[in-house]
């Protein structure tokens, strides 16, 4: 089951309290439950099938949503919770460089696509000199859809910035491009807001807003770093209880089907990264 909102506000509190440098308490995990940080969209909704097949095999497991990408690893690395899903590899070694969390991956999920949606116009091309772009405001991701903005030819980054690259880091704007910054769920919610914007197909999925293989563009979802991992702390990526859910997670038929349906049955927009390895 997923967490009620009064029980996440506690645990968010909680988090925030840890980040402040309150001291925390040592973790002591109950022997046969787990408790796991989602975000709303197509990973929340796999992690919930898999809660409910783990639940039936005597695993307790306890979903807890968060709205945003920084409160789950605070939470993670204060205890208040034990593994986390929403972020990949470069997201994870940023925050840990930036926060010095002692975080680790546990193992592998979903790898999505990023694509670039307008609702205003039908090729890259007709986006028109002083356009507005939606892009992530996040370091690893902003850097993602700037590279996918190069691709097609919108802009130009600065030599080697790779995913890294913020909008500083862009050396040739042509057409005058400006860029509005919100986190990477809300995207979805400026795409009509703007001419073209970054776009994750879950999140367009989960909202209902449009059609999520109707992207001008998209990145190449063989690029494995950026695949969804199961997060825990340092002390815990080897815990059997851990890895049991890991197994549950990446063996079950429902968790693919739930994948499936949240990536509107288009596997061009997804891959399940841990069969590639």
Known sequence: ???????????AAAAAAASLGVASRSPAFAADKLRIGVVPGAYADSVNVAAKEARAQGLQVEVIEF???????????????????????????????????KLASAGTGILANV??????HKKVEDVPT??????????????RGLLLLQKVGLIQLKPGVGYLGTLNDIAEN?????????????????????DIAQGYP?????AKAFDPSSGLAYSGIEDAQFAIQFVVRQDRVNDPLVQRFVRIYQNSQAVKGETR????????LYTLAWTRS
């Open 115 to 120: 694509g670039l949606y307008s609702l205003r």
């Open 1 to 11: 089951m997923t967490v009620p909102l009064s029980r996440r506000r506690l645990i």
């Open 202 to 206: 879950h999140f367009i999925v989960a």
């Open 130 to 143: 002083g356009g507005k772009v939606g892009i992530a405001n996040d370091p690893v991701n902003q850097g």
């Open 174 to 194: 042509p057409k005058k491009l400006t860029f509005v910054e919100v986190e990477g769920p809300q995207l979805v919610r400026i795409t009509p807001d703007v």
């Open 67 to 101: 709205t945003d990408w920084t409160t789950p690893n605070v939470a993670l690395n204060a205890g208040d919770i034990d593994i986390n899903y929403f972020q990949h590899q470069p997201f994870l070694s940023n925050a840990i460089k930036k926060q010095g969390f």
């Open 261 to 268: 349906r949240a990536f509107s049955n288009d596997e061009r």
